[in-house]
């Protein structure tokens, strides 16, 4: 079945950077568009970045262009989010997503903490 795991979360001062990496298995991860979401307490889950199976297309939520990076393995069918130049604002639950034939799915999350 589809498994999305993530990881690489954490507690980071203003200004810092993480890396998120998720790993995918059970779909062949090469054909498929890739995201990562983010949720805070109290607000709605929001899309982050985005990258497309073929070419490798990005699409990044205004609030975290010129800071984020999305990329993506295919060899290791891995999605990778850096993340540069943190602000409070960003802490939240980070979460992997892949929409494929049989559904829309969701790996387990990754807390992010920016705080001094």
């Known amino acids: 079945q589809v498994q999305l795991v993530e990881s690489g979360g954490g507690v980071v001062q203003p200004g810092g950077s993480l890396r998120l990496v998720c790993a995918a298995s059970?779909?062949?991860?090469?054909?498929?568009?890739m995201s990562w979401y983010r949720q805070a307490p109290g607000k709605e889950r929001e899309l982050v970045a985005s990258i497309g199976s073929v070419g490798g297309r990005t699409n990044y939520a205004d609030s975290v262009k010129g800071r984020f990076t999305i990329s993506r393995d295919n060899a290791k069918n891995t999605v990778s989010l850096q993340m540069n130049s943190l602000k409070p604002d960003d802490t939240a639950v980070y979460y992997c997503?892949?929409?494929?034939?049989?559904?829309?799915?969701w790996g387990q999350g990754t807390q992010v903490t920016v705080s001094s």
């Open positions: 997503n892949v929409w494929v034939e049989r559904g829309r799915y």
């Open positions: 059970g779909f062949t991860f090469s054909l498929y568009t």
